[in-house]
């Protein structure tokens, strides 16, 4: 049985930090890249983060890029997303997404999904 499970949301104020866990099992974690993607209220589903199988390549939104980076542990089957510097456009639900398609900015390009974290930012 296929598991995503995110955890690490919160509320923090401007200019905080957060990190993210998304642990994955069921299937062999190191054949997948692993992503992050969020969903603010009233907003479409946007792509996060990336980092491929070895965690050799990874990519950033523009709106992020300089203050989140995601890595992954193949020994613990789990990827992280470390977010400084926090803005309030950052709220959002955070999902976990697994998979190994050709364009991993694009959601329908996933296998499986975690039901999501929500950060909070306050001004």
């Known amino acids: 049985q296929v598991q995503v499970v995110e955890s690490g949301g919160g509320l923090v104020q401007a200019g905080g930090s957060l990190r993210l866990s998304c642990a994955f099992s069921?299937?062999?974690?190191?054949?997948?890249?692993m992503s992050w993607f969020r969903q603010a209220p009233g907003k479409e589903r946007e792509f996060v983060a990336t980092?491929?199988?070895?965690?050799?390549?990874?990519d950033y939104a523009d709106s992020v890029k300089g203050r989140f980076a995601i890595s992954r542990d193949n020994a613990k089957n789990t990827v992280y997303l470390q977010m400084n510097s926090l803005k309030p456009e950052d709220t959002a639900v955070y999902y976990c997404?697994?998979?190994?398609?050709?364009?991993?900015?694009?959601?329908?390009?996933?296998?499986?999904w975690g039901q999501g974290t929500q950060v909070t930012v306050s001004s």
């Open positions: 980092i491929r199988r070895s965690g050799g390549f990874t």
């Open positions: 069921g299937r062999t974690f190191s054949s997948y890249a």
């Open positions: 997404a697994v998979g190994d398609g050709a364009d991993l900015r694009i959601a329908h390009e996933y296998d499986y």
